[in-house]
């Protein structure tokens, strides 16, 4: 699976197969600060959302501060995977982490200043979505050095987990943090979680990795990794099924302080009630993939999960009765969760080394899209509804996952038996 394997697990009997990750010590420390900085970046989405919904009002400005956020992953996350495959990842890692502390500080200051303006906001964004670029494929090419091949699945699972733990204890600190103290408070705390996250990552022992050596110019190795990329179906079917789930699937919560205030009646405590029950259900779906998922039944459980997805965000756009809505937003949750997690593993499982970096940051256009997502589900919006948005982003994520789910399936099945990463 790498060119050297990690430690073996320091507890060779752990007590559940669930957290059988934890038993290596780099995993641990990563996943400690992973824990800091997924509730820094939820409360980063969620409280930049609020605060332009609280400056304009508008749901076409959700859309841009959505698209200024993601929308130079789009752009430079290639780059960003040639840089992975060239430099230190967990370095890498480490600066842009501190830098993302940093810009949470200064629009802290900003809101407490009274001088925040839309502008600034977009601006700010930016300057996140350039960051994510690069920290992203090193974060995500990190993951397979940190355990062994056949626990691959489970460590990806668990730290699944924090994205939608982030979303049970965001919500929790959320409403009240905004109330009392206000928003600068909310994004103080951010940048306090971003430091502790670089305190774990400095804790860190040195990764096995083997850089590619930096001859030639970035295009070439770009090039390298897009035709590596395009050799294997596989891979090729994995980035479709996840731009389509992305562009239309995931761009629901751009939408979510508009379903908040105006279809359920509500404030941003009602906001903070959504956003639990994404977590609730995030974590519930991130729990069972643990304890289920295998890279054999992968494939499966990728053609349910984007089915369930679709088909529980028509749902939940038709809904005006709070109670109801937060059940079924909870079932979004936890097939989104699903969703992407097993379609990072199946990537995972089939990449080389030497190219991980490079198809990593391919794989993160299917997160990236959701910043062109987020700005059609947002323009939408503005000429309709916002449930006649989700509910058009719900038909036609159940159309277009389907049909790539079924080729995976039945290319991925077969191959299980080979070698996995030979190109179907």
């Known amino acids: 699976m790498t060119s050297s394997q990690p430690d073996s697990p320091t507890d060779h009997t752990p007590r559940t197969r669930l957290f059988t990750s934890f ?26 959302l609020w605060l332009m919904h609280d400056l304009t009002d508008s749901p076409f400005m959700l859309g841009v501060v ?17 840089v992975a495959d060239r430099v230190n990842r967990l370095r890498l890692v480490t600066v842009t982490r501190g830098m993302f502390a940093g810009l949470a500080l200064l629009t802290s200051a900003l809101i407490a200043t009274d001088v925040i303006q839309p502008w600034h906001l977009i601006a ?3 300057c996140t979505g350039v960051l994510l670029s690069f920290d992203i494929p090193s974060r995500q090419a990190m ?35 905004v109330n009392f103290w206000g928003l600068e408070a909310l994004f103080l705390l951010i940048g306090m979680a971003y430091v502790l996250t670089v305190a ?12 590619t050596p930096a001859k030639g110019w970035l295009w070439r190795g770009l090039k390298g990794g897009m ?11 994995l980035l479709g099924l996840g731009i389509v789930g992305g562009l239309f699937g995931m761009s629901f919560e751009t939408l979510l302080p508009v379903f908040a205030d105006q279809v ?83 990537v995972q499982g089939v990449v080389d080394e030497e190219f991980r970096g490079r198809v990593m940051s391919l794989h993160q256009l299917t997160w990236g ?48 038996g080979s070698n996995p990463r030979s190109p179907p």
């Open 369 to 416: 899209v959701t910043a062109i997502g987020g700005l059609l589900m947002g323009g939408l919006a503005q000429v309709s509804d916002a449930p006649m948005a989700l509910l058009v982003a719900g038909f036609v994520t159940v159309l277009g996952t389907a049909a790539f789910a079924i080729s995976i399936v039945r290319k991925w099945c077969p191959q299980r």
């Open 264 to 346: 359920l009646s509500g404030d941003v405590s009602r906001y903070g009630w959504l956003l639990l029950s994404i977590g609730v259900g995030g974590l519930t779906g991130a729990a069972t993939l643990a304890r289920v998922g295998t890279l054999n039944n992968a494939a499966r459980i990728h053609l349910i999960a984007g089915a369930g997805l679709g088909l529980s965000l028509m749902i939940f756009s038709q809904i005006t009765w709070f109670p109801a809505s937060v059940g079924a937003l909870a079932i979004v949750g936890g097939f989104s969760v699903m969703f992407l997690t097993v379609n990072n593993t199946m």
């Open 23 to 48: 038993g290596y010590r780099e995993y641990r420390l990563f996943w400690l600060g992973g824990a800091f900085s997924n509730i820094g970046m939820w409360a980063l989405i969620y409280g930049r």
């Open 66 to 82: 959505t698209a200024s956020s993601l929308g130079p992953v789009l752009l430079l996350s290639l780059w960003g995977g040639v």
């Open 124 to 126: 700010i964004s930016l």
């Open 227 to 237: 035709a590596y990329s395009n050799k294997n179906r596989i891979i090729l079917y």
């Open 143 to 177: 993951l397979p050095n940190l355990v062994a091949e056949h626990h691959l699945v489970n460590a990806i699972a668990l730290y699944s987990f924090l994205s939608a733990g982030s979303a049970i204890i965001g919500p929790g600190f959320f409403a009240p943090l």
């Open 200 to 211: 774990m990552l400095l804790m860190m022992k040195p990764l096995p990795q083997k850089p």
